[in-house]
């Protein structure tokens, strides 16, 4: 019987972990919607599979954008399939649900994300900032007097912020992840090659050649799609360093965002920083040369968490598991 579920509601990815079982969800969120009745066809994976690919009978979208709640009605009925496959249909208890969100999410924004968990069948619902998920899902000590730097790089936002005493000391977020990267790639392939490809190239791409610092040797693939000029299917040979002048805005915006909160950090727990370095959480960090990069801008050290795409899902799974310690990182709680 399961009584607590922690929920990583991605923009990209949807991932749901059940103390004491592991991560149970790990899914495209996604949903295929039926534009003549607006009922869903589809979630998860299955959905994924048609984004780029419908008819005009169906929609495939994100429900959820830059982190946060975009679609309501769809989010909701998502979070219902998805609870519904983790603990059935027939539930004799609703579970206390945990859900990290972006810190800088607003208060109608954290509102919309417990009233969805509410009407999707949770009892309780709780909010967690994401900065604080990742770092005790990257086994950080958060509750110490000590300063730690993490920088979470998701699909939609990358959030970055010094903890200390079990919360956020200073922060910030910016609109830049995975999805605005694939966006860049699709862009700089179009204007150097006359090629257009689509979301799902374009992450492909970015995660089998993708670097930020391109060396000697470039890795190359084909990637196919339509000549922008003719409209024919047309095949190029991209490489590594393609990616690296694409990303440039992207990586600029996430440099910024890193000083920014350096900057902002009292010299006490800068000092902290400055000798246990920085750590990367969430699929972006796991970009090829982005700890490189930070490091030698910043002049930290960085470091990318063991299995950093899973480290949120994996600290709010603690945090629900272990309430009462907690508390204090909690952000918002409906009951």
Known sequence: MIRRLAIDLGTTNILI???????????????????????????????????????????????LKNGVIASFKITEAMLRYFINRVS??????????MIAIPVGATSTERRAVTDACIAAGAKNAYLIKQPIAA??????PIAVPEGHLIIDIGGG?????????????????????????????????????????????AEAMKIKIGTVLPGKKDSTME????????????????????????LQDELQEIIGAVK??????PPELAADIMDKGMIMTGGGAELRGLDQLLTKVTGVSCQVAEEARLCVVKGTAIAVEHLDEYLRSILWAKR
């Not at 922008?228 to 990616?243: A, F, H, K, Y």
């Open 17 to 63: 972990h059940v103390p004491g079982r592991g991560i149970l969800i790990d899914e495209p969120a996604v949903a295929a919607i039926n534009a003549a009745d607006e009922k869903i066809v589809a979630f998860g994976e299955e959905a994924r599979k048609m984004l780029g690919k419908t008819p005009d009978s169906i929609i495939a979208a994100r429900p």
């Open 88 to 97: 059935g249909r027939l539930r004799l208890i609703r579970p206390d649900i």
């Open 157 to 201: 936002t990358t959030e970055v912020a010094v903890i200390s005493l079990g919360d956020v000391v200073a922060s910030t977020s910016v609109r830049v992840g995975g999805n605005k990267m694939d966006s860049a790639i699709i862009s700089f392939v179009r204007k150097k090659y006359s090629l257009i490809i689509g979301e799902q190239t």
């Open 135 to 140: 770092a005790l899902g990257a086994n950080v």
């Open 223 to 246: 990637l196919s799609g339509s000549n922008s000029v003719t409209g024919l299917p047309e095949s190029v040979i991209v490489n590594s360093s393609d990616v690296a002048a694409a």
């Open 260 to 265: 920014a909160v350096l900057q902002k950090t």
